[in-house]
C-alpha cells in the first residue's frame, strides 16, 4: 500500500492517482522523503546537536547558579539572590537532560 503525499489516504499499490484527491504518486520518492525530514524534523540533521547543546548550557548556567549558593566563602552578593536553590537543581538537571536526549535521539 502506499500513501498519498497530499492528502494522507492510503492507495492500492500499483495506483498512479490518489484515490482520494486525485493527486499523482508518482513522484520522486527519495525527493518526499527528504520534504517530509525536513517538515517532521524541524530542520537540518545538525539542528538537534544544535538545540541540545543550548539547552545543556542553558541547565549548565541554573545549575551552577542555583548550586553557588551552598558553597561557603562566596561573595555576599551571590547569597542575596533568593532563586531556590532546590528549584534550580531540580530545573537545571531537567534541562540538562533534555538536552542530552535531544542530542542522542534516535530516528
Known amino acids: 500500500m502506499t500513501y498519498c503525499p497530499k492528502c494522507g489516504k492510503q492507495n492500492e499499490e500499483d495506483a498512479t492517482y490518489c484515490n482520494s484527491c486525485g493527486a499523482s504518486l508518482s513522484g520522486n520518492e527519495e525527493d518526499s522523503d527528504e520534504k517530509w525530514a525536513q517538515e517532521c524534523a524541524g530542520g537540518p540533521r545538525y539542528a538537534p546537536y544544535v538545540w541540545g547543546l543550548i539547552l545543556i548550557f542553558v541547565g549548565l548556567a541554573i545549575l ?3 548550586g ?40
Open 64 to 66: 551552577i547558579e542555583g
Open 68 to 107: 553557588l549558593k551552598n558553597i561557603r566563602g562566596m561573595p555576599a552578593w551571590i547569597y542575596q539572590f533568593d532563586i531556590g536553590w532546590v528549584f534550580a537543581l531540580i530545573i537545571g538537571l531537567i534541562i540538562i537532560i533534555a538536552g542530552i536526549r535531544t542530542i542522542f535521539k534516535k530516528e
